[in-house]
């Protein structure tokens, strides 16, 4: 199973808190085999699908209080189930991931056949202990910024490095941590940062900026990326927080705002923060829907349904097949395609089966 702390290429998971909005060509049909599959329009807000006979979309006010999904797909792309962190059901899953070690190309190598195959292999013997389905964590668009030797105890910066679409200026910026001098049991001390600011979506990023946000007090420092100017309360234009060993964004669970994040490194594009001279957004470069908040995860998290090939900004299905619980009745279910027949990103097709309960 691949580290929930792992990136995916450009893309990581997160939960958008939005209303549904459920298309007219969204259908449920059922094909000669008791499987079933679902069209899920989620190209523009999250769209909820209930597990059934046949599943359904539904139309969701409040996820954080209603019992009426059970699973919840983003555009970006994310999957979430109604229990934990990202709502109140009782929902559970759990990947059984023959795929989840491929490489990308290997993964773009699939066929809808094999995974079709894969599906039809998976009955009620396939259910593991109730032990192992997990609900959703809180998790952070930016989560692996340290690195930590568990022979030495030390801590010290990663090589990642994200793009981050800014709160007041409708900009981006590239951005990473460089300095932990004196990280400590509870909090990493003073923390260096270093971003760079690039006004639009096209254009090159302006020169490098740095500042110390020093952690040890155990309050939550905000940080302007635009202005550079730091705040120990929270502002409309804040675009991270830090605090402790967490980096937050405001977006998503963490705030109002619209600050999105796409992990650059590791990627196919870029191999450090130097080589990173602007950041392409749009239809020719980074996909706005790549930009992530935070939000939470569980199974499809730790293993997403997909790989991004940063080359040709494609999305790619695993064919893993989850197995999801509810009450006393598990499904499984397969992403089969992030795209609609006009090639549009965001319309995935789900296949799923009641196998238990």
Not at 161 to 170: C, K, N, P
Not at 222 to 245: K, M, P, R
Not at 251 to 264: D, K
Request: charged share 10%.
């Amino acid at each position: 199973m691949i580290n929930p702390r792992a990136r995916l290429s450009l893309v990581v998971l997160s939960l958008a808190a939005l209303a549904a909005c459920s298309s007219s060509d969204d259908t449920s049909t059922g094909p000669s085999s008791a499987d079933a599959t679902l069209q899920v329009n989620a190209s523009t807000s999250t769209a909820y699908v209930a597990l059934g006979a046949p599943a359904n979309l539904v139309s969701v006010g409040d996820p954080t209080t209603s019992t009426a999904w059970d699973l919840a797909f983003t555009g970006t792309p994310t999957v979430a189930v109604n229990g934990g962190a990202s709502g109140p059901g009782t929902t559970k899953a759990y990947c059984l991931c023959a795929n989840s070690s491929l490489s990308p190309a290997q993964v773009e190598a699939l066929t809808a056949a094999g995974g079709t195959t894969a599906f039809d292999a998976v009955t009620a013997g396939s259910i593991p202990a109730d032990s192992l389905f997990t609900a959703d964590a809180a998790s952070q668009a930016i989560s692996d910024w340290y690195d930590y030797n568990t022979t030495t105890h030390a801590v010290t910066p990663s090589a990642n490095v994200w793009g981050i679409r800014l709160a007041s200026s409708g900009g981006y910026a590239k951005f990473h941590v460089i300095a932990l001098p004196t990280p400590g049991q509870s909090n990493a001390g003073p923390v260096t940062i270093q971003w760079a600011v690039q006004s639009s979506a096209t254009g090159a990023l302006g020169a490098d900026q740095q500042a110390v946000v020093d952690l040890s007090s155990g309050s939550k420092v905000y940080v302007n990326l635009s202005t550079g100017a730091t705040s120990a309360s929270a502002t409309s234009t804040w675009d991270i927080a830090l605090q402790g060993y967490t980096i937050s964004v405001n977006g998503g669970s963490s705030g109002s705002g619209s600050v999105g994040v796409v992990a650059l490194v590791p990627s196919t594009f870029y191999t450090s923060y130097a080589a990173i001279t602007s950041i392409p957004v749009g239809a020719t470069g980074i996909p706005s829907t790549a930009f992530t908040t935070d939000g939470a995860g569980g199974a499809f998290l730790s293993a997403a349904p997909y790989r991004y090939d940063g080359n040709s900004h494609q999305v790619y299905p695993t064919y893993d097949v989850y197995l999801v619980k509810h009450g006393t009745s598990v499904y499984k279910v397969q992403i089969t395609s992030y795209y609609n027949t006009g090639g549009v990103f965001g319309y995935l097709t789900l296949r799923y089966t009641k196998i238990s309960g």
